[in-house]
């Protein structure tokens, strides 16, 4: 497993990390045995980065991960949490009596005096140009409530005014290669901000570059995937990156042809993986995983190396397929 330094964070985690929305039961029912049999899969296999939040699962999946930590002590594992999805999203909810709230009950949930890495989870727009929320999270800092934070965005201009600010340790984006606007400005700035850390998230586009789905297929009704196709219940961008879902087959399926005829051991899931994980401004990419298989199988994608040409290869297929469509929205 390659290994980053996750920004200003100065901590150095594995290249592919863990993502546990699905911990929580947010895309269907998770057993807690079989939760903790992918956090042990995962660890195994080299991941040393979970990413969580308090909304996952209502905190299940914070204190899933708790539960954990106690049982490993000493892992060194980072554990990244979010917040303020908990409110109506109102940039006048950001405030720092809701900040230590939030904290507390994350602290509680996951085990901890003091939090790895705190992001603000999607805030309106507002919020990233308030001097007054970056002043309440520097304030956390100095009560040793958190040791970092960073921030989750949807757009490539929300990303960009994050990083701006001098405190700001990492950036949580969703890019994949259905979704590659990112890399035009954000990744970039990133880097030249003396380093601030790019977490990728969705890097499967909601499962659809593992090639495994077809136009018949169907999702459980508590799966985001069937209750927020259109936005419905928050952003459409983080269910299948925004693209249309039938574009999104025809652009798999073609994705997965690719990796097939170039790398015959490798599945599709891993290649998009290894993907973005080749991209060397960013310091963790955080699939999620249902089974420790899955788990495990992610994991090895952060030791897959690229043929030459399949950089370019991705390129090609985003602008055949998305380009036109999504490239301006997010």
Sequence with gaps: MQTRTLGRTGRTVSVVGLGTWQLGADWGDVAEAD?????????????????????YGDGRSESLIGSWLKANAGSGVTVATKM?????????NYVLDNFRAWNDRSRSNLGVDTLDLVQLHCPPTPVYSSDEVFDALDTLVAEGRIRNYGVSVETAEEALEAIRRPGIASVQIILNAFRLKPLDEVLPAAAARAGVGIIARVPLASGLLSGRYTLETTFSADDHRTYNRQGEAFDVGETFSGVDYEAGVRAAAEFSELVRSTMPDVTPAQAALAWIASLPQV?????????????????????IE??????????????????????GRW
């Design 35 to 55: 939760a903790f049999a992918v956090l042990d899969a995962a660890y195994a296999a080299g991941v040393t980065f979970f990413d969580t939040a308090d909304v």
């Design 84 to 92: 303020g999805r908990r409110v109506d999203q109102i940039p006048e």
């Design 283 to 303: 310091s963790t990419v955080i699939p999620g995983a249902r089974n420790p298989d899955q788990a495990r199988a992610n994991a090895a994608a952060g030791s």
């Design 306 to 327: 690229l043929p030459e040409g399949f950089d370019e290869s991705v390129r090609r297929l985003y602008d055949t397929y998305f380009r036109e469509a999504i490239h």
